[in-house]
């Protein structure tokens, strides 16, 4: 029941039988196009030939030019509805040019400008020249598809020329166009038959005996209109007195066209009479639907009849089995319909029912609302909003709900909330609540018998239409920041959802995760990102499925967890590759899942890798990155710059990912802005820095939120900066307080890779304030914890005071595999480098992390057994501990162990 | 600002040629006058300026000429 694209719209007309040949006019268009302009436009009046003379000059530009490809769209009022337009336009080009590239265009959807972007880029790939007829662009009123087109119009690849028929001058930059001389324009008095072209109609191809003053005063009389000028002719049709059929017709002031249809339709038998005026009201015509409109049988044979006798019937197919009135004609006998019977609104309900049997839903509302009959058109749109819903024709189904009495909608819960979720798109989250609550009472109440009573007919939508209130909900939180309510009404929406609505609980689970994540409670955002995945699998959808690991993957890293972060990296890119393979297009978020593996590698440090990813992510073209996603690639990009030592050109693409940044649905938890203040920090540009903090309004003493732990551990390295800068005032002090306070709600929330970056940076502010001994517990905490996920960048970026403070660290014999690892990664030569800091009297041996702290309560009053106590272990497995220390230390009682680690500063 | 007119309003609107009544609902029910020198004048009210544009549109559609377009002071 999706809109389907009828070919019938796009169906190039041919040139009519009986139609003059207008080569002045073709002449004056060949010119345009030969000359490079951009735009032809045929604006005049209807019945001016305006179609006539475009598929005439199409014919006669595709017998000059045999690559030549046409694409036409007969537009209507349908067609305001820009992803319609789009639709019809993409449909259009590839019809003309099977050849066109449009995988791109078609593959994901975007917003309208991505859409034309990569149609015009497909167009531009192409070297075909191709003419896009867009004809009754009349009818064409909404701002979002006039941009399109002057969107197209701006840029324009050469091979394509655009033509428009228009009954008014369009509302587009045709002034400018004009004056640049990229204009080639058709208008009434162009397009007005000469006096020797109506001769030549109306004899030679009309056949029909005039003389001279004959032709000239039915010239005169119509003004050289041809609509009226063809009428005339099918008037004078076998008809015994001409002269005196003139003289009526020159002595009348009527209504040239009112005077001539009447004269048509009275030679007409009272048959064909009937049928034309009772067809009138369709917009398509084709056999079966006008049996059903009129009541009769044998249309098929009458439509082809009509065509035969030029009876102002257009196919609008080569099997001539839709047509069409010519629009002037359908006109005129739509205004003298009425008072006919059957009325006007019995036929359009009747037209209704034949389109709603047919599954054209479309057509089956706009006719039950011309017949007024706005509870069939309510019950019908109804039945549409799910397939409209998925083809995105959203701004069809907004009309057609602004065409229905308010007391309609009402009593349609499942229409009411459609109109509240349409206001929460279009951004006025006031109105969306009010709405879901009338419909949420609708849905509710009850008549005496208990049964339902409001209109909404059974269905999948209406069964979950409680879930689908309780999203749209936590949407609304979600829009206002109340993260408590997104959570309240997600949790509610996925206690109503039942087992087999997965794209219900994909959607409750997606906001409860987010909710989750935003407060700091990553275990249940990962739970909850997890039921969101299996959901859309279950539901079918394997790329939405697959854009869950990015959020998920950022939550793992907030837990510390880089090797899980990485597997389900590596796992989806797998999962994306089959569905490259199986598509012949990559999913939308594989580009977003390379930068996302890349950036895990560069934590790693294997920075080749990370580059070999972003280039990969990048090959696969604009179309494989979601919108909201694109800024992460600069953002990744910068950040090996960074570890690569050239700040600038980190803080460039830090730039370039700002102007990318789009607000999207995931919170913004590692903002821009505070990574480019962590760059000039690591710069010594501490004045820019403090500037940022201040905007921020970021103060040591603010409550830790998760939402600002990032500022707020930039913060912390700008106060441990400054102080290194100028001691004096203790803003080492300040940092570590903000520090301590940040690590007690990191840990709460169990988010251990904050916890080790806290840590790290309590550290450094010890380190910074000459305290290395203290600096060295929360240092070596937070390399014993990221040493077996393989975290480097995160040590390594904090640049020289970390090496500094890693070589302390080697010397005491602290975390020795980490440090290893990090002091081969430090150039030149690694963490003894320093020369001055390096440790003094390395030991040939160093101590293991658990005999440094058995050493350290050797120092203590503790006895043997409480030591053996604190370690959990037995004082058989102490004696051991201890007996290797000794040997390492090269002395053999307690009392000189101390003493020798506290000359090698070891304690 | 632009001027505001009086709600509802009624527009005289001239059009070339004879139009016989039966075209009155064509045009929402506006009352069709011959003007006597081959023109018609459509009187009726106007709700607002979509309503004014849709007349005329209708105008335009069947290709009739337009010729002038006037408020009219409203009736008693």
Known sequence: MALPVLTTKLFVPAVRPHAVSRPRLIEKLRDGRRAGRKLTLVSAPAGFGKTSVLSEWMADARRRDP????????????????????????????????????GAVTGQPGSDEQTLTALINALAASTTPIILVLDDFQTIEAQPVRDAVSFLLDHQPPTLHLALASRSDPLLPVARLRAGGQLTELRAADLRFTPAEAAGFLTEIMGLNLSATDVAVLDARTEGWIAGLQLAALSLRERDDVSGFIAGFAGSNRFVLDYLVEEVLQRQPAPVRDFLLRTSVLDGLNG??????????????????????????????????WYRYHHLFADVLR??????????????????????????????????????????AARLIELAVPSVRLSRHDATLLRWLALLPPPVIRRRPVLGVYRAWSSLVAGDVEAVEPRLAAAESALAARDETGRPAHDSAPSEELRTLPVTIAVYRAAVAQARGDLAGMRTHAQRALDLTEPGDHLGRGAAAGFLGLAAWATGDLDAGVRAFGEVRASLRRAGNLADALSTTIPTADMLLGQGRLRDAQRSYEDALGEALRLSAAEGTPPQSTGDLEVGLSDILREQNDLPAAL??????????????????????????????????????????????????????????????????RVWISQGRLGEATAWARARGLSSSDAPTYLREFEHLTLARLLIAGHRADPGVGRHRQALHLLGRLLATAETGRRWGSVTEIQLLQALAHAANGDTVRALEPLETALRRAEPEGYCRLFLDEGEPMAALLRHAAAAGIAPDAVRRLSGTLAPGGLQAGGSEAPVGGLADPLSERERHVLRLLASELSGPDIARELYISLNTLRTHTRHIFGKLDVNSRPAAVRRAEALGLV | MPPRLADPHRFEIRIQGQLDAGWSDWFDGFELTDGRDGTTILTGPVTDQAALHGILRRIGDVGLTLLSVNPTPSRP
Do not use: K
Request: glycine share 6%.
């Open chain 1, 67 to 102: 690559l030549l490809r046409v694409a036409w769209i007969s537009l209507d009022a349908a067609d305001n509805d820009p992803a319609r337009f789009l639709g019809y336009l993409i449909s259009a080009l590839q019809a003309a040019d099977p050849a066109l590239e449009l």
């Open chain 1, 612 to 677: 070999a990813h972003l280039a990969a992510s990048e090959a696969l073209g604009e179309q494989a990155h979601s919108h909201e996603n694109r800024y992460r690639w600069f953002v990744s990009m910068a950040h090996i710059r960074q570890a690569q030592g050239d700040p600038e050109a980190a803080l460039e693409l830090l730039g370039t990912a700002e102007r990318h940044y789009r607000r999207g649905f995931l919170p913004e938890l590692r903002p821009i802005h505070a990574q480019t203040a």
């Open chain 1, 335 to 376: 205004a003298r319909l009425t008072g006919q019977d059957p009325g006007l609104h019995v036929l359009h309900t009747r037209a209704s029912e034949w389109y709603e049997r047919n599954d054209l839903i479309e057509d089956a509302v706009r006719h039950a609302l011309a017949a007024d009959d706005v509870e069939r």
């Open chain 1, 288 to 321: 079966a639907l006008c049996d059903a409109v009129t009541g009769l049988t044998g249309s098929s044979e009458m439509l082809a009849a009509l065509e035969r006798d030029n009876l102002f019937v257009v196919p609008l197919d080569d099997r001539r089995q």
